[in-house]
């Protein structure tokens, strides 16, 4: 897998520490923070989560954003 197969979800490549107020504020919709949380858990994990698929289910670039 080339390293720069997508620019999408910065450059990021490892899975990033858990911040566990974020991830607690994503799951309750009724709080105030729910959507700027819920963003931020997905450009903190989208680069890594996509490099797992592409690598440990061999997809392809497009299949790996897909999913």
């Known amino acids: ?17 858990t911040i566990w107020s974020i991830v607690l504020n994503a799951k309750n919709k009724t709080t ?4 700027k949380s819920l963003n931020k858990l997905v450009s903190m994990y989208w680069k890594p989560v996509y490099r797992y698929i592409r690598i440990a289910w061999d997809r392809s670039n497009e299949d790996s954003k897909d999913l």
């Open 1 to 17: 897998m080339a390293r720069r197969d997508t620019t999408i979800g910065g450059e990021a490549w490892d899975f990033p520490s």
């Open 32 to 35: 105030a923070e729910y959507q």
